[in-house]
Nanobody
């Protein structure tokens, strides 16, 4: 499985970005993680591989939306009302699990990341 993120950039607070993750190979559950400088990588959004049901961490609920286009093998993260604390490198990850989880150790496949900066 290979994953490649795109769509990062620099925006002002309150702005919007849409991240994409193109996947090759078989994927099941997908998630977005982020890592700010000097901090651990943490999960922010999960999308189930069977019914596309999403799960979010509290800090992004109501602002971020995760979705997938199976025909394009692509997962998206729509980020609205961005805040400076959303600044981080964002990573797409894939896991062959059958339950919602944002635990890093469950994800075997990772993209190289895309930078999001909110000022």
């Amino acid at each position: 499985v290979q994953l490649v993120e795109s769509g990062g950039g620099s925006v002002e607070a309150g702005g919007t970005l849409r991240l994409s993750c193109a996947a090759s190979g078989d994927t099941y559950c997908m998630a977005w993680f982020r890592q700010a400088p000097g901090k651990e990588r943490v999960g922010v959004a999960f999308i189930d591989g069977f019914d596309d049901s999403p799960t979010y961490v509290d800090s992004v609920k109501g602002r971020f939306t995760v979705s997938r286009d199976n025909a394009k093998d692509t997962v998206y993260l729509q980020m609205d009302n961005l805040r400076p604390e959303d600044t981080a490198m964002y990573y797409c990850a894939a896991a062959r699990i059958g339950f919602p989880s944002l635990a890093r150790y469950l994800y075997a496949y990772w993209g190289p990341g895309t930078q999001v900066t909110v000022s």
